[in-house]
């Protein structure tokens, strides 16, 4: 009687270990690589100001949304609300999120191979990626991105016909506005495998786009766009096909990807050991998240990819190793988890970008490595610049100009200026998050590229720049909106900063401004939503002489 119950425990250990292994494995290379982005330290900056009871903003008296990942914003507020420092709630939150989504796409194979005998396979090729154990953590929306896709798949698995499940499918959107697509392509899914009445669908589509619809509409209200700032800045309408596509090289290639992906297309034709379908059977929830994560590398492609190493390919990668993250024990399964598995110790062990630790000759950064550096410290959860001595310096002198109580405008070099209607400092600096980090919270912390900044966001791209950096606000339009006209900057012509004072009080661009900063009233809550569409597309240029001309008719 002994051998007949010890087979079938030895059986569920290693079931067991096939999903919670990967987990903790891939939490542990991401404990050792934890680390805090500059980007991240702008959702803090948010999340200190809805503490401080100034509401969702940036700086008070502007309506700015400058964080990307809604979600993840409110979830660090909530975590700040209960005594949790907001920048550690997000790396390590976004640690445990990584490691229990990795459980739930395991899980969710699993479930698909109807519980059978099976060995890993695509958890192993994301395990031996150094992009993933780095935004395991980094402060931003990466954990919650993973763990909502894999849960919204196994929720399509397990329970495709409940409503909690349009209801989590539905919240794409939320965790980054580029996960709409994913959302729509499980909610067809969903359909596909239920195949519900009219009322049905009725009750599923009202279920899924109830929170991301009203929070689209207090989007549209309070800030006056259509999308986070960050999207307008980023131009995330535009095609970039050629710098998209050098995008996807600069993760395949250092990497061998192509070799790991031989040994999942093998196990895709040749592997045996799933169920017969039922239904439709396991058809559907394997080919949605393939669908899902080719949609998602095309719209990275599209608009030129992002600035980051790998990081915008890596939920499009994901989803694509969904289906095979583990799969039934057979010779070629087996052999494909062998084959995938030498390929990530070595890929782990020594391959890595030529530019580790710097920004490459694409524009495109080791964002981790720079951050290491930047701040001689191995794991820069909070960042002091100690090995930058000019952030360094810049951190000095706006805590000096804090000290002194005074309503002060720091520019990009210069020397102070006094700022116009301000309780602090006023400064614009091109790395926001140390800006927001360093500048009171009574104070505006902006940035040319426009990333808080909606006048900046605004302005026209400037051709051939780094990607996501592309736009540079001068500092006349900076004069004219924040400083005093008796104590202009030194080196920017008067004659410009006049006619940019001008421009901000005509037409779309005193539009714009009234959107975000004229008291919240019903009727400026109206017509920011009347108008979110006109205002999200509004551009102008960046010569304040040409911006008056055409904003003013002059």
């Given amino acids: 009687m002994v051998v007949p119950k010890a087979a079938p425990a030895a059986a569920r250990v290693l079931r067991a270990a096939v999903w919670l292994l990967p987990a903790v494995l891939v939490a542990a290379a991401g404990f050792r690589r934890r680390w805090m982005s500059d980007d991240a330290f702008i959702y803090v900056r948010t999340v200190r100001q809805v503490l401080a009871g100034n509401g969702p903003v940036f700086n008070p008296g502007e309506r700015v949304e400058s964080s990307t990942g809604t979600l993840w914003q409110w979830l660090l507020v909530a975590a700040g609300a209960v005594g949790a420092d907001p920048a550690s709630a997000a790396v390590y939150g976004g640690l445990a999120l990584t490691g229990v989504g990795f459980a739930l796409a395991g899980l969710g194979a699993l479930r698909v191979y109807g519980g059978r005998a099976a060995v890993p396979v695509g958890s192993l090729l994301l395990l031996g990626l150094p992009p993933v154990w780095d935004f395991a953590t980094s402060g931003l929306e990466t954990g919650l991105l993973t763990c909502w896709i894999a849960g919204a798949w196994l929720a399509l698995v397990a329970r495709p016909g409940a409503l909690a499940t349009s209801v989590l499918c539905g919240l794409g959107p939320l965790v980054r506005p580029d996960l709409g697509l994913v959302s729509v392509v499980f909610l067809g899914a969903q359909w596909l495998l239920v195949r519900p009445s009219w009322r049905g669908v009725l009750a599923g589509a009202g279920a899924a786009g109830a929170l991301p619809g009203a929070y689209e509409v207090f989007r549209a209200g309070y800030y006056g766009h259509l999308v986070p700032l960050p999207a307008v800045t980023k131009e995330a309408s535009r095609s970039l096909w050629g710098r998209g596509f050098g995008y996807v090289v600069d993760l395949a290639l250092p990497y061998l990807l192509w070799v790991p992906a031989l040994f999942v297309v093998a196990a895709v034709l040749f592997g045996r050991g799933g169920r017969p379908p039922e239904r439709g059977g396991p058809l559907v929830p394997v080919f949605a998240p393939v669908v899902a994560g080719l949609l998602c590398w095309l719209y990275v492609v599209k608009v030129g990819g992002d600035f980051m190493h790998g990081r915008m390919l890596l939920p499009g990668l994901l989803l694509l190793l969904l289906p095979v993250f583990v799969v039934p024990v057979s010779r070629v399964g087996v052999c494909a988890a062998v084959g995938v598995g030498a390929w990530a110790v070595v890929c782990a062990g020594w391959l890595r970008v030529p530019y580790e630790g710097h920004i490459g000759?694409?524009?495109?950064?080791?964002?981790?490595?720079?951050?290491?550096?930047?701040?001689?410290?191995?794991?820069?959860?909070?960042?002091?610049?100690?090995?930058?001595?000019?952030?360094?310096?810049?951190?000095?002198?706006?805590?000096?100009?804090?000290?002194?109580?005074?309503?002060?405008?720091?520019?990009?070099?210069?020397?102070?200026?006094?700022?116009?209607?301000?309780?602090?400092?006023?400064?614009?600096?091109?790395?926001?998050?140390?800006?927001?980090?360093?500048?009171?919270?009574?104070?505006?912390?902006?940035?040319?590229?426009?990333?808080?900044y909606p006048l900046a966001a605004h302005s026209e791209r400037i051709e051939g720049g780094r990607v996501a950096h592309d736009k540079w606000l001068p500092n006349a339009w900076l004069a004219a909106d924040r400083g005093l006209p008796s104590d202009p900057?030194?080196?920017?012509?008067?004659?410009?900063?006049?006619?940019?004072?001008?421009?901000?009080?005509?037409?779309?661009?005193?539009?714009?401004?009234?959107?975000?900063?004229?008291?919240?009233?019903?009727?400026?809550?109206?017509?920011?939503?009347?108008?979110?569409?006109?205002?999200?597309?509004?551009?102008?240029?960046?010569?304040?002489?040409?911006?008056?001309?055409?904003?003013?008719?002059?």
């Fill in 361 to 452: 000759p694409a524009g495109i950064a080791d964002e981790r490595g720079v951050y290491v550096r930047h701040n001689a410290d191995p794991h820069p959860v909070h960042h002091d610049f100690a090995g930058a001595p000019y952030h360094r310096g810049y951190l000095q002198d706006v805590r000096a100009a804090a000290r002194s109580g005074a309503p002060t405008l720091l520019f990009g070099g210069g020397g102070p200026r006094t700022a116009a209607n301000s309780p602090s400092v006023t400064s614009s600096y091109v790395v926001l998050g140390l800006n927001g980090s360093v500048v009171p919270l009574a104070g505006a912390a902006l940035d040319p590229i426009g990333l808080a």
């Fill in 489 to 554: 900057p030194p080196g920017v012509d008067p004659a410009q900063i006049d006619a940019a004072r001008r421009a901000l009080r005509c037409g779309a661009l005193a539009e714009l401004r009234a959107a975000t900063r004229d008291p919240l009233t019903p009727g400026r809550f109206l017509r920011n939503v009347t108008g979110a569409w006109e205002r999200t597309s509004f551009r102008f240029p960046n010569d304040p002489v040409v911006a008056e001309r055409e904003l003013c008719g002059r």
